[in-house]
């Protein structure tokens, strides 16, 4: 049976174009680190061991995209540095993190579990990600789900 | 304020780990192509434009990892070929690649919108992926996660 996605463009699929974005294992690397706190290159670069070039780079590339902005600081007795924070499109990447974490968490795990946890902030109880319709139905099943043409889909 | 994440260990993060297999930009095009029902080689590679040898090395890649397998199938008067399948290791990267879209859709998408919409098989409304924590409690904002020391945490 032919797919009918073979009738669809991907020219302008938004799948393809975050993963420009993002389609390099640093880089959501380097998110998790901002998630996690470290904002400052050297405490980033010590922690990860990614190269400080490959680093840099990807500061670079992240803050250019709008996803990380840089924020001045000074320590006692040193010139000014500057540390990376989420931008609001940086923020909306925390699903995105927290689904590779579950499905890393489930099938590539040390025996004795995951180093990361992530909590909900009121009551402790660990946070996932879970799939909805918006009209409220819980989604459980790929198979439930239908891909199908957007707004944006053009002919092939 | 020194972050506390400097304490801990990223040898076994269970996000690196899992960007070692999803992070490069062709993998999860390729991983959409499958979810969209495009499982042949010859199909994926004239929609999306992937260099051919990128592709083999991709799905050649993702059926090692456990991710895809390989059906046989053969069409009248031609040689028996294989179509890639997901693994249910694959259906679990569905949330991902949900996460994944709706980002670019938000941030990415061309004005007339996105070419992709993944619908409710019962209701036909559009699926989304929320946050909730195990309480059932939803969590919208990012800065109500507190991450922390997982059960496999290593101090640095």
Known sequence: MRPAALDW?????????????LGEKWTLVVLREVFNGVRRFDDMRVRTG??????????????????????????????IRHEYRLTPKGFDLWPVLVAVLAWGD??????????????????????????????????????????RPGPGAHPR
């Open 9 to 21: 463009s991907v020219d302008n699929c938004t799948v393809a174009r975050a993963m420009e974005v």
């Open 50 to 79: 990614i190269p400080r070039q490959v680093l840099t780079n990807r500061l670079a590339g992240l803050v250019e995209q709008g996803v990380l902005r840089r924020e001045p600081y000074q320590e006692p007795g040193s010139r």
């Open 106 to 147: 489930r099938y590539l795990a040390d025996p004795e579990g995951s180093p990361l946890s992530v909590g909900h902030r009121d009551c402790g109880a660990e946070v996932h990600v879970e799939l909805h319709c918006t009209a409220g139905h819980p989604v459980t099943d790929p198979r439930d789900v239908i891909p």
